[in-house]
């Protein structure tokens, strides 16, 4: 096919807007919290370039802000947020399918609030409700560390706790059902992940993270867990950041290697974007910063033509290179995650 019509085919692949479900916008929005318009500055113009329409905004919490910050400083990213997509008049926070639906229509970017480990609520489960009043949409219980709902799976083959949830983390994933917020598998060990299957009856999303069989680590997915999402046909975001344990080996094409793994396991219809694009944090840190990383988690590999949201042209040219069908690429681009919204009673 030529060049420009290749071009095309993504222009219209991508006039609909494109969906990632992890990208940790507020942690940043919150370092630079003296500044104004950061958002539309250094984040806006990617966005436009990439064709995103809606993503998930991460609540995370430093280890640095814990144990004592985490409550102020979850809610600190969350009023950035939205300070942050006033200003720039092109993005809006997104609380229910509809508000989603009119986002895309608009053309604006819509940013639905994540939390990515539930540091900010202690262990006050009334919490949850107050973030759910706030737009909290979906949330995973843990990062890699131990908090008071269970704990991270680690970044090697085996080694975390074999315990599951605590009757905190239990509490809270029945609350977040019966509120409609999705509850989000990503990070949770083993142990947790089970449990949480277990206990819930919903679509469970993996809002972003890689297959084992590529790179294993508990961080990542089994095939067995990705059964699991599948059985209930819920949708795993692809992260860019562990597609494999080699840089050489951390290419756009090993990443359509995990759609395609996930696909032939569990169908096509549960499989999304989960970038988890931080090159831009990551080149802001000392290096005694990133060694700390390389020594406590790991070192991450970006794959060099899918580092931010302005490469994300790059992905849909690779889909359509690998014989991935438009229907196919409109799921895995923006419509499956869709779908998951939709089935959320109150989203
Ligand atoms: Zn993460």
Not at 270 to 298: H, N
Request: proline residues 3%; contains cysteine; negative net charge.
């Amino acid at each position: 096919m030529a060049a420009n019509k290749i071009e095309e085919r993504i222009d219209r692949l991508h006039a609909g807007g494109i969906i990632d479900m992890h990208f940790d916008l507020p942690m940043d929005l919150y370092e630079k919290r003296g500044r104004s318009n950061v958002l539309a500055a250094e984040f806006l113009p990617e966005f436009k370039t990439g064709g995103m329409g809606i993503i998930g905004a991460a609540i995370y919490i430093e280890d640095r802000y814990l144990p004592d910050g985490g409550l102020q400083i979850g809610l600190d990213q969350i009023a950035r947020l939205y300070t942050e997509a006033d200003q720039s008049q092109r993005c809006v926070v997104c609380r229910t399918h509809e508000e989603i639906s009119r986002a895309l229509e608009s053309k604006k970017i819509g940013f639905v609030i994540t939390m990515e480990g539930v540091e900010p609520l202690g262990d006050d489960l009334d919490l949850l409700r107050a973030f759910y009043e706030l737009g909290v949409r979906a949330i995973g219980l843990t990062h890699a560390r131990t908090n008071a709902a269970g704990h991270g799976g680690i970044f090697a083959a085996d080694g975390s706790s074999p315990e599951g949830l605590t009757p905190f983390g239990r509490d809270l994933v029945c609350e977040c059902e019966r509120l409609g917020i999705i509850v989000d598998l990503a990070h949770i060990n083993p142990a947790g992940f089970k449990e949480i299957v277990d206990l819930t009856t919903k679509p469970l999303i993996v809002s972003h993270t890689n297959a084992r069989k590529f790179y294993d680590v508990e961080r990542n997915i089994s095939d067995e867990q990705i059964k699991m999402i599948g059985e209930r046909r819920g949708v795993i975001g692809i992260n860019s950041v562990l597609v494999s344990p080699d840089q050489k080996t951390s290419t756009l094409d090993c990443y359509v290697d995990h759609i395609e793994h996930i696909g032939d396991l569990i169908g096509i219809d549960c499989v999304g974007i989960g970038f988890d694009f931080f090159e831009f944090i990551y080149r802001q840190w000392p290096e005694s910063k990133k060694k700390w990383m390389a020594e406590k988690l790991t070192t991450p590999h970006f794959i060099p033509d899918l580092t931010n949201h302005s490469h994300a042209r790059n992905l849909t040219r690779k889909l359509i290179e690998r014989g991935f069908g438009d229907d196919d690429i409109a799921k895995i681009l923006r419509g499956n995650w869709l779908r998951i919204f939709k089935e959320q009673d109150t989203l």
